[in-house]
């Protein structure tokens, strides 16, 4: 009786989809592979799945809406941004150090874009975001019905890595 090792593996609870598994156990067959080398493969494997899924959760609970990449951003409309200086809040550097960064200026100029992307580079670094309107987050706390249950829910305000308050 053989065992369909690809199953085997999801049955102890490894993330990687089957199709995965499978080209990863021929390859290794096909390259002769070590016992060694296969597990590092299955190691390496298991890893990006889950760390792909724990950034695709984070995201989503992160709430950040659709947005425009940087690499399709004006930033010379209307007038120019500091884009260095923006390149340089990427480094997320701000938030090691507990500073604030405040986006302002007139409507349309891609406040929300630059704060969005400021959230998904956190999200790929390992932290967790919150994004939100500041009348959503208000209306999240007028709504609860006692002051621990406020409480409570400034949690989700107060905790993640980066909180991300858009104006809209």
């Not at 490894?14 to 598994?21: F, G, K, N």
């Not at 021929?26 to 298991?46: C, D, I, M, N």
């Not at 004006?74 to 507990?98: C, H, K, M, V």
């Amino acid at each position: 009786m053989t065992i369909d090792i690809a199953d085997a593996l999801r049955g102890l609870g490894l993330c990687a989809s089957r199709e995965a598994l499978d080209a990863l156990l021929a390859h290794a067959t096909k390259s002769r592979l070590s016992p060694v080398e296969v597990v590092e493969h299955v190691v390496g494997l298991e890893r990006r799945e889950r760390d792909a899924r724990n950034l695709a959760s984070r995201t989503k609970k992160a709430t950040l809406g659709a947005m425009k990449s940087l690499d399709r951003f004006d930033w010379s409309f209307p007038r120019s941004i500091d884009r260095p200086r923006y390149e340089q809040l990427l480094s997320l550097d701000f938030t090691a150090r507990g500073h604030n960064v405040l986006f302002r200026g007139p409507s349309g100029v891609g406040k929300s874009t630059l704060a969005q992307n400021l959230g998904q580079r956190a999200l790929e670094t390992g932290s967790s975001v919150c994004f939100s309107t500041v009348n959503a987050a208000l209306a999240d706390l007028l709504k609860q019905e006692s002051l621990p249950a406020v409480e409570r829910r400034m949690r989700r305000y107060t905790n993640p890595g980066l909180l991300v308050l858009d104006s809209c």
